[in-house]
């Protein structure tokens, strides 16, 4: 009975209807990216893609779960790519950033099912923020932004001091930003809540974005990882808040929970 059970699970996991609605968002997702989006400098290289193609991602992966939202994200960006490079180098690195868009956004809300759970996850929101805060300064010791020298902290660079600043502010906007959007747009039903939309796009926007992609330029252009990051930062305390609140939004008229 369970195995019955577990063999109609998968096969709607790749029915039909899946499919359609998958590919329509992967779509959209190549539209968004490769033709509505501006193209940033940072560092004298084009490193910032200022868009909205990463929510179909993170919706395919709430709507379908893990491996349909991941083969979206690959569907797009090989796609997409082929459509229209924009005068880029092909990177699988940022194949793989499109792929967890969707994967981490259906464990949460298919696998772990964090629309059921009673937690302020604002406060989880928080936490993560201020380890995301811990991980920026210690990014900032290994590449010598700081440095210990005789039990004291020193600044390395202190053309640095406006960044490093400017980071431990936007951390702090990002712990308190969920806060007061969550109480301005809270929903009486427990489904969809925006503090639960909220993590799940900082969650994803940190690791992908910020991180991992961040992490691919520095490769790519074989320049410092500290490079990039501030300008992309900058950058997320608009994105976030403005994802969170598209997706919230869209959620009022589409079922991003399908059984």
């Not at 490769?34 to 179909?56: D, E, T």
């Not at 949460?108 to 805060?133: C, D, E, H, Y």
Request: hydrophobic share 55%; glycine share 8%.
């Amino acid at each position: 009975m369970q195995e019955n059970k577990q063999k109609v699970r998968q096969k709607n996991i790749f029915g039909t209807s899946v499919i359609v609605k998958a590919a329509l968002l992967a779509t959209i997702s190549i539209v968004l990216t490769r033709f509505l989006s501006l193209m940033l400098m940072l560092g004298g290289l084009p490193a910032l893609r200022v868009g909205f193609g990463s929510i179909p991602l993170i919706m395919s992966g709430m709507m379908f779960g893990p491996v349909i939202g991941g083969i979206t994200g690959i569907v797009a960006d090989l796609v997409g790519y082929m459509i229209n490079p924009m005068g880029g180098t092909f990177f699988p690195g940022f194949t793989l950033s499109a792929a967890l868009y969707g994967v981490i956004a259906g464990i949460l809300f298919k696998n772990i099912k964090i629309q059921n759970m009673k937690i302020n996850f604002n406060l989880v929101n928080a936490i993560v923020m201020v380890l995301f805060g811990i991980g920026l300064f210690i990014v900032m010791l290994t590449t010598n932004t700081l440095v210990y020298e005789n039990g004291k902290l020193i600044m390395n660079d202190t053309s640095a001091l406006p960044i490093i600043v400017l980071m431990f502010l936007v951390t702090a906007l990002f712990i308190m930003i969920p806060f007061a959007m969550s109480s301005r747009f809270k929903k009486e039903d427990n489904k969809l809540n925006f503090d639960k939309i909220a993590f799940a796009v900082n969650i994803t926007y940190v690791v992908n974005a910020l991180l991992l992609n961040t992490l691919w330029l520095s490769i790519l252009y074989d320049k410092g990882f500290m490079v990039f990051l501030p300008g992309r930062v900058i950058a997320a305390v608009v994105t976030i808040p403005i994802y969170t609140l598209i997706i919230f939004t869209l959620g009022k008229f589409v079922n991003l929970l399908e059984p």
